[in-house]
């Protein structure tokens, strides 16, 4: 059963975002990635998600707003405190946003759509990864406040399905415990009775 493609499934991390360089994906690697992370399961074809791209001095821009939002929301931060906020879409060359947008829809629920944003978004780092970039997702604080999902481009109604951070990255990504694939699945033996 060897197939290069489970292989390099079976291998996949997430990269330290700090250790993510440039070079970033080019305009053209960019668009094939939005291009691979479409083609996932999207019942009724409602394209319940969108993508935001945030690049050059936009990140670093973000990273003052971002900081001025949680001084206001927190008061007075301390030194590391704000020096973190400032670089947080800085820190990797490039950062893709994936957006759920909720669809008005009587046959499919919203879980369903927010879950084909989800999968947007793996597809979208299994490409990056597939180019050859390193890739991690973040969400944080400022994707559950409106105020903060407003900052970063998102209309009232959208939430953020994760932040991804794409670079360059030399590798190998550290490798973490990983479960036991056995423990994971079963045989169907009716219905749940507690």
């Given at each position: 059963?060897?197939?290069?493609?489970?292989?390099?499934?079976?291998?996949?991390?997430?990269?330290?975002?700090?250790?993510?360089?440039?070079?970033?994906?080019?305009?053209?690697?960019?668009?094939?990635?939005?291009?691979?992370?479409?083609?996932?399961?999207?019942?009724?074809?409602?394209?319940?998600?969108?993508?935001?791209?945030?690049?050059?001095?936009?990140?670093?821009?973000?990273?003052?707003?971002?900081?001025?939002?949680?001084?206001?929301?927190?008061?007075?931060?301390?030194?590391?405190?704000?020096?973190?906020?400032?670089?947080?879409?800085?820190?990797?060359?490039?950062?893709?946003?994936?957006?759920?947008?909720?669809?008005?829809?009587?046959?499919?629920?919203?879980?369903?759509?927010?879950?084909?944003?989800?999968?947007?978004?793996?597809?979208?780092?299994?490409?990056?990864?597939?180019?050859?970039?390193?890739?991690?997702?973040?969400?944080?604080?400022?994707?559950?406040?409106?105020?903060?999902?407003a900052l970063l481009g998102l209309a009232p109604q959208e939430r953020v399905i994760?932040?991804?951070?794409?670079?360059?990255?030399?590798?190998?990504?550290?490798?973490?415990?990983?479960?036991?694939?056995?423990?994971?699945?079963?045989?169907?033996?009716?219905?749940?009775?507690?």
């Amino acid at each position: 059963m060897a197939s290069p493609i489970i292989d390099f499934l079976l291998t996949r991390n997430s990269a330290p975002i700090p250790d993510l360089k440039e070079p970033a994906p080019s305009d053209t690697e960019i668009a094939t990635m939005i291009a691979a992370a479409s083609r996932v399961p999207d019942h009724g074809r409602l394209e319940p998600w969108r993508f935001i791209v945030y690049r050059g001095q936009a990140r670093v821009e973000i990273g003052r707003q971002l900081a001025a939002l949680a001084e206001q929301r927190e008061g007075p931060l301390p030194e590391g405190r704000r020096n973190q906020e400032l670089a947080r879409f800085s820190r990797a060359p490039l950062v893709i946003g994936v957006v759920s947008i909720p669809r008005e829809n009587p046959k499919i629920p919203q879980w369903e759509m927010f879950l084909s944003g989800g999968m947007a978004a793996m597809n979208l780092m299994i490409a990056a990864n597939a180019l050859g970039y390193g890739t991690n997702m973040i969400s944080n604080w400022y994707s559950d406040v409106p105020e903060g999902r407003a900052l970063l481009g998102l209309a009232p109604q959208e939430r953020v399905i994760g932040f991804i951070h794409i670079g360059s990255y030399a590798g190998p990504a550290p490798e973490r415990p990983r479960p036991d694939p056995a423990k994971l699945y079963g045989d169907y033996s009716g219905p749940w009775n507690g």
